[in-house]
């Protein structure tokens, strides 16, 4: 636990120079979103390896690579960074696809969740010749929250009916995702126009940061109870 404090009291010596530099709380709040992103990874140090950790260790990874450096590398090199944006929705659609498809018992949750990546890759193909490549993927994010959202809650209700509901992670997983999306649903679908207006553009960026961090913070909750589960698991059996 101390190298894990360490790393990241590192990781929040840099976030405080950033923010010392502007001077603002949006700028703070933006930074601690990125960083945090690597917290689960942090906390996942030591922990029995399975594939729900792996697959949300890969997420915090791909979260943190896109957002400090595709987003530059496609600003300078394409002039926008909404590619990075597009490029980070199919990721994040398959990887939390696929933990719904895993921790699922239910083969017609199974089967409507491979049906679901038909519909999300044909929502980017109708994306891509209806509306700017510059302009935010409103309808394929939409989509994909509708997607996460709904099987989620199905795979919640499923997980409800088992024992020792609180020691799985990819309850803890499901219920922050179900936050996530639910929380910038709205956001998704009226950035396709409005992305590159300054204001709503700020509200955007405070939006998923703020949202992010809720996720990361319970992705942590719940990497940590999966990694003590044993010595833990009676505290956490009397919140059930």
Not at 150 to 159: D, G, H, M, P, V
Request: glycine share 4%; charged share 10%; proline share 2%.
């Amino acid at each position: 636990m101390f190298k894990v404090g360490l790393k990241f009291s590192f990781y929040w010596v840099l976030v405080s120079i950033f923010v010392l530099k502007h001077n603002k709380i949006d700028n703070l709040i933006i930074y601690l979103s990125i960083f945090l992103s690597l917290l689960p990874i942090c906390i996942s140090i030591g922990s029995k390896p399975n594939t729900n950790l792996l697959l949300i260790c890969s997420y915090s990874i791909y979260s943190f690579f896109s957002d400090i450096f595709l987003s530059r590398f496609f600003q300078l090199h394409f002039g926008s960074e909404i590619f990075s944006y597009r490029l980070f929705t199919i990721i994040e659609f398959l990887i939390f696809i696929s933990l719904i498809y895993i921790n699922s018992t239910s083969r017609k949750i199974k089967k409507i969740a491979l049906l679901s990546i038909l519909i999300f890759f044909l929502s980017l193909i109708i994306d891509l010749g209806s509306f700017n490549i510059y302009d935010f993927d409103s309808l394929p994010s939409g989509v994909e929250s509708i997607i996460i959202i709904t099987l989620t809650l199905f795979c919640i209700k499923e997980k409800l009916l088992s024992e020792k509901i609180l020691n799985q992670l990819d309850i803890w997983i499901h219920f922050s995702n179900l936050i996530y999306f639910s929380g910038l649903f709205f956001l998704f679908i009226l950035s396709q126009k409005n992305i590159h207006n300054p204001e709503f553009a700020n509200i955007f960026a405070m939006g998923t940061a703020i949202f992010n961090i809720i996720k990361n913070l319970i992705y942590t909750v719940g990497i940590f109870i999966h990694k003590y589960s044993t010595k833990y698991s009676q505290f956490v059996n009397n919140l059930i």
